[in-house]
């Protein structure tokens, strides 16, 4: 009975033996590879505010507006003096990377008297590709003056924003 337990134990490791040759016959392998693309970090500048100069309301409401380039537009019943400029962002980052901008789409402006307006922004470009010496963009907007708006300065902040595509 010994026997027939040591043929049987002896058995048993030839099949184990043979399924491990087997498996190994039919394995597969492959070699991958981990990439990464580091990109520098984006920096974004204001070079120039909006400006929509001096204005002297009426008696109608009309419309001051500022292209992206800078030119005004100054609406019916209004007098508009002074220098006007569009808003102008600086963007620093990777060069030949492309970057997304935008931000707000209208900002209110509130008087040092009282009073309100709101102007509509637009935006030179939706996305911009990065030179070696960065890039920018520009907002300009249009300013809904009041019939008889009250006097003051006037002023109100918005957000931009730029991102990697």
Known sequence: MRNFGMKRALLGAAIAA???NASAAHAASATGTATAKILRQITLTKTSDLQYATIISGATASTVAVSTAGAATCGA???CTGTTTAGNFDVQ????????VGGASSVT??????GTMTST??????????????GSFQVGGTLS????QTA?????????????Q
Not at 109 to 114: D, I, K, Q, V
Not at 157 to 164: E, I, L, P, R
């Open 152 to 164: 003051g300065d006037y002023s109100g902040t918005f957000n931009v924003t730029a991102n990697y």
């Open 93 to 100: 980052g990777t060069s030949g990377a492309v970057v997304l």
């Open 109 to 114: 402006l509130n008087g040092s008297l009282g």
């Open 121 to 134: 922004l637009t935006y030179s470009s939706a996305n911009i590709t990065l030179g070696a010496t960065g």
């Open 145 to 148: 003056v009041g019939a008889n």
């Open 18 to 20: 043979l399924a491990m």
């Open 77 to 79: 019943g209004l007098t």
